[in-house]
């Protein structure tokens, strides 16, 4: 994130990426990648009217934003569904002109409440990457445990960020020690706030089945970057892919 504004370091890639389409830099990427497709990736969307309840507030766009993203790229982009996108490249085949996929990741239930009415208005496919502890269970993620604690804590998003850097580096056991210490200093986390519910199994069906929304490999627990192997780690489904 060096390469950001300052007042732009802490945003979390959700809104890094709608910046990018609303400003039009999408487009400059375009002229300069040519051929080369792009995956927008997302997490989950937020009412404008309620509060976030969580320091990450960029990680659950306002859903009038994601509308305004939708539209733009229904206007100027071609939205195909990530197997496809992944299933051209590997053959060798070209993509077509200002290819797009749609990614959420986690499995929030804010993507079928907010983010399928508008994915179904404008036509677009997307693909949703399920932790399936987290839908199971309502078990927040660590990263949740660790930002909840903080937020009852009175913490900034700043120290938020800087926690979860660090929180990164560690390995698995000792990064599971450190968040559960969060929370006890915090005296537990309470309820869920809103942006935090996790879709249901049935809710995943219905959208599933309404064609636009596919779903990806899933995974029980979300990743953690390992410093032994450089790279994520996933169970469950043994998907290797990045927050």
Same mark, same amino acid.
């Given at each position: 994130?060096?390469?950001?504004?300052?007042?732009?370091?802490?945003?979390?890639?959700?809104?890094?990426?709608?910046?990018? #389409?609303?400003?039009?830099?999408?487009?400059?990427?375009?002229?300069?990648?040519?051929?080369?497709?792009?995956?927008?990736?997302?997490?989950?969307?937020?009412?404008?009217?309620?509060?976030?309840?969580?320091?990450?507030?960029?990680?659950?766009?306002?859903?009038?934003?994601?509308?305004?993203?939708?539209?733009?790229?229904?206007? %100027?982009?071609? #939205?195909?569904?990530?197997?496809?996108?992944?299933?051209? #490249?590997?053959?060798?085949?070209?993509?077509?002109?200002?290819?797009?996929?749609?990614?959420?990741?986690?499995?929030?239930?804010?993507?079928?409440?907010?983010?399928?009415?508008?994915?179904?208005?404008?036509?677009?496919?997307?693909?949703?990457?399920?932790? +399936?502890?987290?839908?199971?269970?309502?078990?927040?993620?660590?990263?949740?445990?660790?930002?909840?604690?903080?937020?009852?804590?009175?913490?900034?998003?700043?120290?938020?960020?800087?926690?979860?850097?660090?929180?990164? +580096?560690?390995?698995?056991?000792?990064?599971?020690?450190?968040?559960?210490?969060?929370?006890?200093?915090?005296?537990?986390?309470?309820?869920?706030?809103?942006?935090?519910?996790?879709?249901?199994?049935?809710?995943? %069906?219905?959208?599933?089945?309404?064609?636009?929304?596919?779903?990806?490999?899933? +995974?029980?627990?979300?990743?953690?970057?390992?410093? %032994?192997?450089?790279?994520?780690?996933?169970?469950?489904?043994?998907?290797?892919?990045?927050?």
């Amino acid at each position: 994130m060096k390469y950001l504004p300052r007042d732009l370091s802490t945003l979390g890639q959700t809104a890094k990426s709608a910046l990018l #389409v609303l400003c039009g830099l999408a487009g400059f990427a375009r002229g300069h990648f040519a051929g080369q497709g792009c995956i927008l990736t997302f997490h989950g969307l937020r009412r404008a009217d309620s509060p976030p309840g969580v320091l990450d507030s960029g990680l659950h766009l306002p859903v009038d934003l994601f509308r305004q993203i939708c539209a733009r790229l229904a206007m %100027r982009y071609h #939205v195909m569904p990530l197997s496809e996108m992944a299933r051209k #490249v590997s053959q060798g085949q070209s993509l077509p002109e200002h290819a797009v996929a749609l990614n959420f990741d986690d499995g929030y239930a804010s993507n079928y409440e907010l983010a399928w009415p508008v994915l179904k208005e404008f036509g677009l496919p997307a693909t949703i990457f399920l932790t +399936t502890g987290f839908v199971d269970e309502g078990r927040p993620l660590w990263f949740h445990e660790a930002d909840l604690a903080m937020t009852c804590q009175g913490a900034s998003t700043r120290r938020l960020v800087r926690a979860l850097r660090r929180l990164k +580096t560690l390995p698995e056991e000792q990064m599971r020690a450190e968040v559960a210490g969060l929370v006890s200093e915090a005296g537990g986390l309470g309820e869920l706030p809103e942006v935090l519910r996790p879709l249901t199994w049935q809710q995943a %069906r219905e959208m599933q089945a309404g064609g636009l929304v596919g779903f990806g490999g899933p +995974t029980h627990t979300h990743p953690h970057p390992s410093p %032994r192997t450089g790279g994520w780690e996933r169970g469950g489904g043994g998907d290797k892919r990045g927050r």
